[in-house]
């Protein structure tokens, strides 16, 4: 099953209005050379109109960094489905190591999550389901446990047709934002991990899952990251803020 490599850009609680257009420019320059990459970006929720007015060709997208799983109500601060799509997003993070640990959201929280946006209108939009384990369980040799106990819990009501609007990055904890990437080695034996766990469950539906590898991608990391037989492309951070990096990045993921 052939894969097209995906590259997700998550600015976080950064960029703005001028960095829109220096990255919407960049990628509109170089959008013959990323024929083969989709590319999505997802800045902060307020900056999705102004980047759907910058959306110019078939393989850029936009997506949200979170989503609330009511469809509306009295919850101050929040997203909700209705609002992100109308704002042009096509994809949502979910279970992002920095909302788990910073903002409460349980497993039981991303679960919720993930149902909610696969229910959400004939599944107009693709949740990126984000996990990972923190140093001292890959110290403990507990990576493999802890990967499974996320995948278990967030996928436990996800069908085997749903899956077609699944992505997963693997992000260890202990690489998003440190400057420590994991090895092609170690990240390429998670997503193998990953791989096979959804194929036991979901049998033929799991090779078209994009599997993606975050944490402190760099322009000289991600070739050999990419080059990886499970590694579909990357989601990143840091370096989705520099549009020279980010698209030699893009441009790894060919
Ligand atoms: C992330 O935010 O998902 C991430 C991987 O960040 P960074 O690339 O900065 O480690």
Redesign the pocket.
């Known amino acids: 099953m052939q894969r097209q490599p995906l590259v997700i850009a998550?600015w976080?609680m950064n960029g703005n209005r001028h960095l829109t257009s220096q990255l919407a420019e960049a990628l509109r320059e170089s959008g013959a050379l990323l024929n083969d990459v989709s590319v999505v970006v997802c800045p902060p929720a307020v900056l999705l109109p102004a980047w759907q007015s910058e959306v110019f060709y078939d393989d850029v997208h936009l997506g949200a960094q979170d989503v609330n799983e009511h469809h509306a109500g009295a919850h101050t601060g929040e997203h909700s489905l209705q609002l992100l799509t109308e704002t042009g997003a096509e994809y949502v993070?979910i279970g992002?190591?920095?909302r788990r640990q910073l903002y409460g959201d349980s497993d039981d929280r991303v679960r919720a999550k993930v149902d909610a946006v696969l229910a959400f209108q004939e599944q107009k939009l693709k949740v990126v389901l984000?996990l990972g384990e923190h140093e001292h369980e890959r110290d403990n040799g507990e990576t493999f446990t802890r990967i499974e106990g996320q995948l278990a819990k967030a996928l436990a009501n996800v069908s085997a047709a749903q899956l077609a609007h699944v992505v997963i990055?693997y992000?260890p904890v202990w690489?998003?934002?440190?400057g420590k990437t994991a090895s092609p080695q170690q990240a390429q034996e998670v997503h193998a991990f990953i791989r096979n766990w959804l194929q036991q469950r979901y049998d033929a539906a799991a090779a078209t899952v994009p599997l993606l590898y975050?944490?402190?991608?760099k322009a000289d990391s991600a070739p050999a990251l990419f080059a990886e037989t499970d590694i579909d492309g990357g989601?990143?951070?840091?370096?989705?803020l520099e549009p020279e990096a980010f698209l030699a990045i893009c441009r790894a993921a060919q």
């Open positions: 998550n976080k993070l992002h190591s920095e984000c990055a992000e690489a998003i934002g440190t975050g944490g402190s991608v989601l990143i951070g840091g370096a989705s």
